[in-house]
């Protein structure tokens, strides 16, 4: 082996780091990012960073597992790329959680976490791996997880809260404070900052430097949208809405974000931004009102309707995209995971319910 | 295309995702790093986030338009440089924000963003770009930017302080207390461990282990000075003197990170680190009576005063220094700083006062 | 030179880079990992936070002068080998001071820096070295530092704590409260995601991939096994079982995180995970109650044992392993950290007693 082939070998294993540099940012966004977001409600925080905690260490070694068997199309040869795979699965699990969250018993989160991934690697396979043979590859559109994993984990939570939801839940107020709204602002920036690594995760070395761009200008739209859109439904700024919408431009740019120029980018972060601010300040109450389900976090609005947004914003923005794969992708995406959340949720409901809601003390030791 | 040449170039990808990372690195100062130092004050930490939010989303978009424009010099080709180049500057715009944190409403900040930028980038451009022929390109040695960030960013704060600071404001106390004090030293401590990566932002692969160590190493001797001297000058610790003036040396040593010994670089540290200790316990409180303008953070002591000395080291430390170019360069940034500050200052005040200071009550929902 | 001679050389620039990058890693669990670890006291979060500032600004010089000196070996030619092996050191300090934690004065901490620093590089010297010829270069399988770094401070903590725990102090009672919980969750989960990081500093490009994927399933192995032990053992969730011992999978891969399978590392990660909670819910009393001697944040149960474990388990899952010299090297650090721990002890209570423990109050300004 000459001292050139030798460069070649190690350039190759380089690449391979800086994927593994990569899958820690994702990983400081599913922890603490997800996680201290979830922290707002007052007095559930503890429960929240630990039912964080669960869901990652129960789905990254399933997904490992169920990808090393083959189930849903062949394994992943590169164990840095399949750490990854199992990682967006994990941020899906977690946007999920958030429909949820102070409804369910801890083991509960962990047996919802057993039956999502199954659920989400069958959408995976479909929508990415020609599963069923219903979409070519590469018809999907979504490097950054637009679709199926925000849309995807953000529907599956709902469909759970079909079921997860009691009377009393709905009537009972989530509140937060000064302390907690400062904890879950921590999450939100942690997931903001890291953003540019979930998209570019799989991204070619050389296609690197004009996602992450596209993904930091798309936020920064939606920051600022958020600022605006709170102000003007509102009266006063909501920090909820500052902590979630600001978000929603990562959210959008997913499906478009290694295609998109940087107007562009812009333009869908400010759409997402004022799209998501609507949800929280407008369509959040009058849904709970008409449902009596909760969605605890308000995924529908920041990881649900702003997903969708950006995957069909991909048909505007991405050249010879293959529209009706592209399409049938999201489509496939919204019954499967739907469905799939419903049933896992009356399954859920079969382990029976807490006391009460929102609080650490029916679980934790004070 | 041989294999040779593939290996060339994505191994010239390779560096530029290095930078990328290193700007994900710096991304983190700005949001959490600056935006939690800020949380310090008790009732201000949902404006304080918010407005680090909305300072760096409304910078980076506008720095990037204003260069491609080629307003200031030639646009960068490289849109990582540009990104780094844009987070550099909204650096100093939070810490611009430091000096009148908690009196300017939530859209004076933003607007103070879009005016300081092209104020910043006409220094920028003078100092290290030639601009209007002043001073030759690479007379000024500020690598990582102990000139043209910080003392550029507090001089152009305490400018905007001159007119942003009434009476009854200079007479409100700031209050902490032992959450927002330890919010704030968790800001602290994210600039304190990403600071290596601000400096190596964009060094050459081959010099940045020499230049990580010395700002580590300048950060360590600052730490250990502010505990010697907050309890000398104040007979017990001060934790506002721990979470900023332990920083003093990561400040400092921007003028010389790339050039200085590891024992330079632990002298300026530990010099950085009682300069800005002494103006946190001694210079602020006398300053304030005798210009009744408050500087909230003290931007003055963390990088005022140690971005001055690390800049005038640079003469004792950088061999072959053009001495009176970089002399120029600190001069012409005093004068820019300070008079577009207090320009900026003015037309602020334009737009209105908030009835009370340092509380999040007046523009957030409670 | 041609360009494929600069490639190559660029490309060991590129290695040194990516080292450097899990350097700021390191530090990042250092400084917020760590130093909110130990936040969980409720009335002590300032001190805590300010003595990990100090530990880690005392060591790494240190570490690096004693270094450059050859007192133990040969001096490390790399800067970035050099700091990753400080940071490592500065680790050990930080499990330590974990042990006494609350009962010592600030300076205090800062003399057992100094005196920690030389007695660690003995042991590094010994164990890793050849030292005294005792144990053949290479004999000590411990890759992440399970033994030479959180066994050896652990117990050089509980040797410091025979002499550094009054009567009175073993009667206080140290609370924790929502607040310093949620913090103290913060700093766990900060080491729990940086954690492939350090076990990977060193370790070739090659190898990096699988030695990540093993320390992640083994946190994973763990953070499970901790939720099932603390609910078993305690009736209720103990936070503070959640916030360690779900990270003893990461301090018990150590050894064989280079070596393991990931069913290795994930049974690893459950025996820690059982082990470490089963010390905090049951050891850390009786031991109290028999020693009179208090080891504050348990970091027998998270580093001492589980770090004992795990280099045990070396010798089942490390292929070829040189047995006796692997055992021996547990056996040198076990002694070493004990005695020398032990006389820094009582060093250190010549320098006084606080007059109560466990309060920020003494010696911080309100």
Redesign the interface.
Known sequence: MT??DQ?????S??????K??R???I??M???GF??LM?FVK?Y??SA??AT??L???S??LY?VINSKGIFGHPQE???D??ILAEFAAASLLICAGAVLGRLK?YQY?IMGVLFIPCYMLNEWIVLDNGFGLIPRGGCSDTGGSIIIHTFGALFGLGVAMTMTTKKECETEIESD??S???S??GS??L???W??FC?ALV???D???T??NV??A???S??AT?FASVAL?K????AD?ANA?LAGGVAIGSTCDHAS?TAA?TIGILAGVLSTFGFAVIQGKLQDLTKKVDTCGVLNLHGLPGLMGGIAAIFVVKDINTSAHLKSILVTIVVSLVTGYIVGIVLSLFGRRTEAYV?SE???E
Chains 1, 2, 3 share one sequence.
Not at 13 to 18: L, P, T
Not at 236 to 239: D, H, N, S, V
Request: charged share 10%; hydrophobic share 60%.
């Open positions: 001292s050139a460069a070649v070998d190690t350039l294993s380089v690449v391979d780091v800086q593994y540099n899958s820690i940012h990983m400081a599913l922890i603490v996680g201290f922290v007095k925080g503890l960073v630990t905690y669960l990652v260490s129960v990254i070694p490992f590169s164990v840095i399949k750490l801890m962990m000064a302390t709204d400062r904890f602002m921590l920036m942690v903001w900052l890291f540019p690594s570019a070619a070395p050389a690197i430097p004009a992450v761009s930091v200008i936020l920064c739209g920051t600022i600022y509102r006063k700024i909501c920090i500052i600001a940087l812009f650490d679980e934790f030791i």
